[in-house]
């Protein structure tokens, strides 16, 4: 499986502008910039984008863990952090709360250690990775 985006630029890197286009068309030209991603401005930024995608694939790989110890979650919301430092993202931390029927608090959090640990987007990242995870 190959899946792929594309970035156009124009300018200089504080004032100029781009646009990200995805090969599903979720994104299709959408804006980002020096504002966006330094500031306040309208528009998307990588770290954003790779905050979606941890949050996503951590989420699916729980859903996974979860099916194979025989539960079905109800939900799980996952919100990820991504801190960009020094021009160095410097951590991700993710914040799970989950409505899992019948499940105990330790084969919960086997299920969330394993889909820290090798979800796609965890093993791709370089940096700290940290997990929140509430049972509710």
């Given at each position: 499986m190959k899946r792929n985006a594309t970035a156009l630029w124009k300018?200089?890197?504080?004032?100029?502008?781009?646009?990200?286009?995805?090969?599903?068309?979720?994104l299709s030209k959408t804006q980002y910039s020096y504002k966006s991603r330094f500031?306040?401005?309208?528009?998307?930024?990588p770290e954003e984008l790779i905050a979606a995608a941890h949050a996503g694939c951590f989420t699916m790989k729980l859903s996974f863990n979860l099916d194979a110890a025989?539960?079905?979650?109800d939900e799980l919301s996952t919100q990820?952090?991504?801190?960009?430092?020094?021009?160095?993202?410097?951590?991700?931390h993710l914040t799970l709360n989950a409505k899992v029927p019948g499940i105990s608090k330790q084969k919960f959090d086997e299920a969330v250690?394993?889909?820290k640990a090798n979800c796609p987007i965890s093993k791709l990242l370089n940096t700290d990775i940290s997990?929140?995870?509430n049972l509710i």
């Open positions: 300018g200089s890197g504080k004032s100029g502008n781009g646009i990200l286009s995805s090969q599903s068309g979720t500031e306040e401005g309208t528009g998307t930024n025989g539960f079905t979650a990820c952090d991504i801190t960009l430092d020094g021009g160095a993202i410097t951590s991700s250690a394993d889909a997990v929140e995870a």
